[in-house]
């Protein structure tokens, strides 16, 4: 079993409230990320699924755990993991290219701007926003607003991509448009990608696996679900596989149901090895695959379930 | 239709104006001829003083005519008591411009090391809440004690009185700098300097240019009292010198220029602030 790209140990997260009461937000989390996967973290609200994102990227600081990228603790933010925020977070003063440029700058300080701007062109064009260089944020929707947000995260090539809940605020159609181009320009790229969700069906298109959270305070990892359908999906025909609604049932009886009574029923609960299951497979097969993993946070390459 | 309802309002304007012109005429118009002028008394007082009453308060004709003659000749210097008005307005925004870039000078930087640091921001907010209500005049007679020259004082009344605003606008402008663009600039590990100039500079300039065009307002304001009291030049002192020639025709002429100028330096300041703002 190779390293991951992204291992996640034993992270908790409290919060001290003015009375000096003590709130555990997460605890014991261990998952990893292997590299050119594709990782959804599914929970509700309140879980503290901001907050992983946060200590991944390193803008936040876990209060236990470790986060290790490549074999090296993260200490703080880094060019290897770029964000893309919910709220796209692009500067309204600069253009399009502006935003994408400065970014690009930040990354190779030593670039000529004719450089700069030439590899900023490759990513607006990757993202399908060639001829709206010289736009303000304010003059782009929803939707093309956060096309420059994946293009900037794009475009310092980083090692890892953290996406917080990013097409959340787009409306169903421009949100389906942009999950098909994040499914294409992963596929072109093998970009390694840990996103937020609580859209089960976007998580059931995008992410080669899915974890899922229980509900706050001392949310943990309840299981890590492996998506067994094709790589080459698409939105037409998803829904057409055979394992589609398996996986998708298994998804919504977790959220509604078990997410709230899994406190109770964790005694005999390894945190540090949540059980791995693929419920897209045939019943007779799908079993929990194997929850004692040695090492590694418990995570089965995938091509090993494939 | 349209084209009409632009009209309106400056056709209202003009109306508003010539109401005031038509007032101002009537009230300054010349007394009816004393009833018994004796004829006796008229030959001792002259025909002038006989035959009516003239008003002590100018004219509208009386003040256009001055503010003509001004305008064919703004710049002339005839000594220290007699120059043109254009003169003394420039020697009055010229005043003003240098306190105002001095005080721009230390408030941007200051104000940006308050914004960034809530520490440094606890420990410098007394001072500003106790110095910031102080009448910029009240430091006059400090300035010409420690400074012992009367224009260095007047533009260290107006450096005094245009700080405060630039200050405490710039320090909220930059503390309130979104979360998220800070974050940007973290995740794409950018130095502290590059964020200050590339991020927080541009975030924070429209607040920036709003106190700095509270400022230049109260830099005019202060600057004709401040004048007032130092004397020499300017328009203040141009004022308190047609005072004292009684030459109400003068002072009416100055208060327009005032607020002339006034208007300008606001409407650059307004045009430099549409520049740095960015719609959201």
Not at chain 1, 44 to 55: D, E, P, Y
Not at chain 2, 123 to 134: E, M, R, T
Request: with cysteine.
């Amino acid at each position: 079993m190779s390293e991951p790209l992204i291992r996640v140990e034993g992270i908790a997260k409290k919060f001290t409230g003015r009375d000096g009461t003590s709130t555990t937000v997460f605890e014991n989390l261990y998952f990893g990320i292997e590299p050119g996967e594709f990782v959804c973290l599914i929970g509700h609200s309140g879980c503290g699924k901001t907050t992983i994102l946060n200590v991944l990227s390193g803008l936040e600081q876990a209060s236990s755990g470790y986060v290790f990228v490549g074999g090296r603790e993260v200490s703080g933010p880094s060019l290897d993991r770029a964000v893309i925020f919910q709220s796209h977070a692009l500067m309204p003063w600069l253009t399009v290219m502006g935003n994408i440029s400065f970014a690009v700058s930040s990354r190779w300080p030593e670039w000529s701007d004719a450089k700069v701007r030439e590899h900023a062109q490759k990513y607006i064009d990757l993202v399908n926003l060639t001829g709206s260089e010289k736009k303000r944020p304010a003059e782009l929707s929803g939707g093309m607003k956060q096309r420059v947000g994946i293009a900037r995260a794009l475009s310092i090539q980083p090692k890892m991509l953290l996406m917080d809940e990013p097409f959340s605020a787009l409306d169903a159609l421009t949100r389906g448009v942009l999950q098909e181009e994040v499914l294409r320009i992963c596929a072109e790229t093998r970009q390694t990608v840990f996103m937020i969700t609580h859209d089960v069906d976007e998580a059931i298109l995008l992410a080669d696996k899915i974890i899922l959270m229980t509900n706050g305070p001392q949310a943990k990892i309840a299981e890590v679900v492996v998506n067994t359908m094709p790589r080459s999906r698409t939105r037409h025909d998803l829904h057409k596989h055979p394992h589609y609604y398996r996986i998708r049932n298994h998804l919504i009886d977790f959220l509604v149901d078990r997410s709230k009574l899994f406190a109770a029923v964790s005694a005999e609960f390894d945190p540090r090895h949540p059980p791995l299951v693929s419920p897209g497979l045939d019943p007779a097969e799908a079993t929990v695959l194997d929850p004692s993993r040695p090492q590694g946070g418990g995570v089965t390459p995938l091509a090993a379930v494939r | 239709m349209t084209s009409l309802r632009n009209w309106r309002a400056p056709a209202l304007s003009m109306v508003v104006f010539l109401l005031m012109i038509g007032i101002w005429h009537a009230l300054t118009l010349p007394k009816a001829a004393p009833p018994a002028a004796d004829s006796e008394y008229a030959a001792l007082v002259g025909a002038a003083a006989a035959s009516g009453q003239k008003s002590a308060f100018p004219s509208p004709a009386d003040v256009g005519a001055k503010i003509w003659q001004h305008l064919q000749e703004p710049f002339y210097d005839r000594g220290p008591n007699d120059k043109g008005i254009g003169i003394q307005l420039a020697f009055s925004i010229a005043r003003v411009l240098t306190g105002y870039l001095l005080a721009a000078l230390v408030a941007i930087p200051v104000g940006f090391l308050i914004g960034m640091s809530p520490t440094v921001y606890r420990a410098l907010d007394p001072y500003i809440q106790v110095l910031k209500p102080i009448s910029p005049l009240a430091w006059m007679p400090l300035a010409l004690f420690t400074l012992k020259d009367s224009s260095i004082s007047a533009i260290f009344v107006i450096f005094i009185c245009s700080l405060w605003p630039m200050l405490i606008n710039t320090a909220f402008g930059v503390a309130s700098v979104r979360k998220e663009w800070l974050n940007v600039a973290r995740t794409l590990e950018v130095g502290p300097l590059r964020t200050a100039f590339r991020v927080i500079l541009p975030a924070a300039a429209p607040t920036i240019m709003t106190g700095m065009r509270i400022s230049i307002g109260i830099a005019w304001l202060v600057i004709v009292a401040a004048e007032m009291l130092v004397g020499g030049t300017g328009i203040g002192y141009f004022v308190w010198n047609e005072w004292n020639n009684l030459s109400i025709t003068n002072i009416l002429t100055a208060i327009l220029a005032i607020g002339l100028v006034g208007m300008l330096l606001d409407l650059l300041l307004a045009r430099l602030t549409r520049l740095v703002t960015f719609p959201e």
